[in-house]
Nanobody
Framework: GRLVESGGGLVQAGGSLRLSCAASGFNFSTYTMGWFRQPPGKQRELVASISSSGSTNYTDSVKGRLTISRNNASNTVNLQTDNQKVEDTARYFC??????????WGRGTQGTVSS
């Protein structure tokens, strides 16, 4: 499987970014997909996930500001980020876990929020 993220950039505090992850090489519609982020100097953390049926989960710090969605026809999973804060600055990655518990990652896309 392959994942390619896009849509990052520089945004002012309060602004929005729409991140996209294009998937290929695996049966996308059957997997739970996750968006992670890694702020500078910190560990990577899960911020949102969406199951094959469309159920979503978010980490508390982003609830109400981030929205994850998927399009199984185009094999994409998106992350809409609204009301961005400086502390949301991070490299954002999408990922999925296979049945053997191995994880596949994209290279990520950088989102930077200025004050």
């Amino acid at each position: 499987g392959r994942l390619v993220e896009s849509g990052g950039g520089l945004v002012q505090a309060g602004g929005s970014l729409r991140l996209s992850c294009a998937a290929s090489g695996f049966n996308f519609s059957t997997y739970t997909m996750g968006w992670f982020r890694q702020p500078p100097g910190k560990q990577r953390e899960l911020v949102a996930s969406i199951s094959s049926s469309g159920s979503t989960n978010y980490t508390d710090s982003v609830k109400g500001r981030l929205t994850i969605s998927r399009n199984n026809a185009s094999n994409t999973v998106n992350l809409q980020t609204d009301n961005q804060k400086v502390e949301d600055t991070a490299r954002y990655f999408c990922s999925f876990r296979r049945s053997d518990n191995s994880d596949t990652w994209g290279r990520g896309t950088q989102g930077t929020v200025s004050s």
